[in-house]
Nanobody, 112 residues
Framework: QVQLVESGGGLVQPGGSLRLSCAASGGIVSLVAMGWYRQAPGKQRELVAT???????SYVDSVKGRFTISRDNAKNTVYLQMNSLKPEDTAVYYC??????WGQGTQVTVSS
């Protein structure tokens, strides 16, 4: 069973940056598609960014140009670099793989 552990969340001011990490054990992140999701209070969980096994990336329109998903195969870790953060980016962020494994989530709060 693959275990995914997110880290890197926190409180940041609007316009700031954070980098989220998703460390995998029991599986190899480069072999399957990986994704970052987020869920804000009172809203449905939404897919934010994905990276396929061949490295193709995709993003929801609201984060294009601000967020970057990447993968370090040596560390078996997927990242989400978030720049120019906005209050509407506030949510719990989760990573998941295409096989249905999920992490526990990390809180991101964007507020002045």
């Amino acid at each position: 069973q693959v275990q995914l552990v997110e880290s890197g969340g926190g409180l940041v001011q609007p316009g700031g940056s954070l980098r989220l990490s998703c460390a995998a054990s029991g599986g190899i992140v480069s072999l399957v598609a990986m994704g970052w999701y987020r869920q804000a209070p009172g809203k449905q969980r939404e897919l934010v960014a994905t990276i396929t096994s061949d490295g193709t990336t995709s993003y929801v329109d609201s984060v294009k140009g601000r967020f970057t998903i990447s993968r370090d195969n040596a560390k078996n870790t997927v990242y989400l670099q978030m720049n120019s953060l906005k209050p509407e980016d506030t949510a719990v962020y989760y990573c998941a793989n295409a096989a249905g494994s999920w992490g526990q989530g990390t809180q991101v709060t964007v507020s002045s």
